[in-house]
């Protein structure tokens, strides 16, 4: 709600506070929480901070958080530059150096030149040489005009290239992202 006052006030778009930028999972919490749903989200909230400050992979500098499925039946897919990766597991969210992202967001990453796109999922691959991958599937914005964006098609995206999580609105299929451009 701050956004369009910090816009107007400043000129320019400040990022989010961290408790805006864990609002789903306090509002999943509200949904069923109806006695004391306060003090329900914040021992939830408290109970997920400390699961990760004790997984050993919260120290990695990328895995795949929230519902991680496990693939036991063997998927290939067909990676630029590295050729066919097993994929071995999916989930909707994944923690990297930038930060997190999760489905829905609307990411920017650097590979020729800077895109857009709508996180669909994402995916640790196993590569033929013993290598370990994260990738995003996403679906990439094209620029319409005027700051407006429409999705496209859907690509792999190497999750080390992400920069940054843009807020956004969406309007009847359209994507207009809420930031100033540098």
């Known amino acids: 709600m701050h956004i369009p006052g910090c816009w107007m006030k400043h000129g320019v778009l400040l990022s989010c506070f961290g408790a805006e930028a864990n609002h789903r999972f306090s509002a999943a919490i509200f949904d ?3 006695r004391k749903p306060s003090s329900t989200a914040l021992a939830y909230d408290l109970r997920r901070l400390f699961h990760d400050a004790c997984a050993p992979q919260t120290y990695e500098p990328f895995y795949l958080s929230a ?8 998927t290939r ?12 597991a999916s989930s909707t969210e994944v923690s990297t150096p930038t ?3 999760a489905k829905g967001d609307v990411a920017e990453w650097q590979h020729a030149g ?7 999922c994402f995916c640790e691959l196993h ?5 370990r991958l994260w990738v995003a599937g996403v679906n990439e914005l094209a620029h319409e005009g005027l700051g407006v964006w ?3 098609h859907d690509v792999l995206v190497n999750a080390p290239l992400f920069f940054a999580a843009i807020p956004f609105c969406s309007e009847g299929g359209f994507v ?3 930031y100033v451009s540098p």
């Open 150 to 152: 429409k999705p496209v």
């Open 32 to 34: 069923f929480s109806y």
């Open 114 to 120: 800077r895109h857009l796109g709508k996180c669909e």
């Open 176 to 178: 207009r992202p809420l």
């Open 77 to 88: 897919v067909f990676f630029d530059g590295i050729g066919l990766a097993t994929v071995v």
């Open 99 to 101: 930060g997190r992202y």
């Open 127 to 131: 590569t033929a040489n013993g290598g």
């Open 67 to 74: 519902t991680v499925s496990r693939w036991h039946e063997v």
